[in-house]
C-alpha cells in the first residue's frame, strides 16, 4: 500500500522531447508538492498544491507546467527537456498543512535523465 | 546566504560511536524543524521533528538553538542502519507550505 507513488522510476529521454511524471497519493492530505533533487543533493522545492489549488511556484523555467487534477494527483509535465533537466524528481504530500509539525511524505522519486 | 546550511560530510564512525550534526538556518522567524533521512537512492523520510525544549527519540535527540538560529542531531550507540544522510529541514512560516532542505550531511557507520 505505497502512500505516495510517482510513475514512471526512471525516464531516459532525449533532449528536446516532451515528458510527463505522475504522482498519486492515497494519504487524503490537501496539499502536494514537486521537488528537484540535483547531482549535489539538493532538494529544491518547484511546486507546491493545497487542494488543487497552486500555492508555490518557485522559479522554474516555465517548460514546466504541474496539473492537479485532483487533490490525490498532482503530474508534471516538462516541455523541450534540456540536459540540466536531469536530476531525481521527487513528489511529496503533507500532512497537516500549515501547522506547526508538518509532516512531508515523500514519493520513492523519478530518475530523468536527458541525453 | 542559503536558508538552510549544513556540514556535507562524510562522517565516518565506527559502531557505538556518538555522532553529532549541526545545522544552522538564515531566517530568524523560523516556525518549524525537522531531520529527515535519506538512504541512497531513496527518498527522504522523516526523522524526527525538532521542539524548542528539544527532543529525544531512542538514540536520536534533537536540540533548537533560537539565539545562535541551530538546529543539532546527536546519534548515540551509532548502528550500521543508521548509514544515511541526514537533511535538516526548516519551515519559515507556520502557515505557509515552504520547506528549506539543506543539502545534507552524510554518515557511514562502519563496523
Known amino acids: 500500500d505505497t502512500a505516495v507513488s510517482q510513475t514512471p522510476k526512471y525516464l531516459v529521454t532525449q533532449m528536446g522531447n516532451d515528458k510527463s511524471i505522475k504522482c498519486e497519493q492515497n494519504?487524503?492530505?490537501?496539499?502536494m508538492y514537486w521537488y528537484k533533487q540535483d547531482s549535489k543533493k539538493f532538494l529544491k522545492i518547484m511546486f507546491s498544491y493545497n487542494n488543487k489549488e497552486l500555492i508555490i511556484n518557485e522559479t522554474v523555467p516555465n517548460r514546466f507546467s504541474p496539473k492537479s487534477p485532483d487533490k490525490a494527483h498532482l503530474n508534471l509535465h516538462i516541455n523541450s527537456l534540456e540536459l540540466g533537466d536531469s536530476a531525481v524528481y521527487f513528489c511529496?504530500?503533507?500532512?497537516?498543512?500549515?501547522?506547526?509539525?508538518?509532516?512531508?511524505?515523500f514519493g520513492p522519486g523519478t530518475r530523468l535523465l536527458v541525453l | 546566504r542559503k536558508e538552510v546550511e549544513q556540514d556535507p560530510g562524510p562522517f565516518n564512525v565506527p559502531e557505538g560511536a556518538t555522532v553529532a550534526f549541526n545545522c544552522t538556518y538564515s531566517n530568524s522567524a523560523s516556525q518549524s524543524f525537522f531531520w529527515y533521512r535519506q538512504d541512497c537512492r531513496k527518498e527522504p523520510k522523516l526523522l524526527m521533528s525538532?521542539?524548542?525544549s528539544g527532543n529525544e527519540d531512542g538514540r536520536f535527540t534533537a536540540q533548537l538553538n533560537r539565539a545562535s538560529q541551530y538546529i543539532s542531531l546527536l546519534i548515540r550507540d551509532s548502528k550500521l542502519s543508521d548509514s544515511a544522510t541526514y537533511l535538516c529541514?526548516?519551515?519559515?512560516?507556520?502557515?505557509?507550505?515552504?520547506?528549506?532542505f539543506g543539502t545534507g550531511t552524510s554518515l557511514t557507520v562502519i563496523p
Open positions: 529541514v526548516v519551515k519559515p512560516s507556520i502557515t505557509g507550505n515552504q520547506f528549506y
Open positions: 494519504l487524503g492530505h490537501d496539499t
Open positions: 525538532v521542539y524548542s
Open positions: 511529496a504530500s503533507s500532512q497537516l498543512p500549515g501547522q506547526p509539525q508538518e509532516t512531508q511524505y
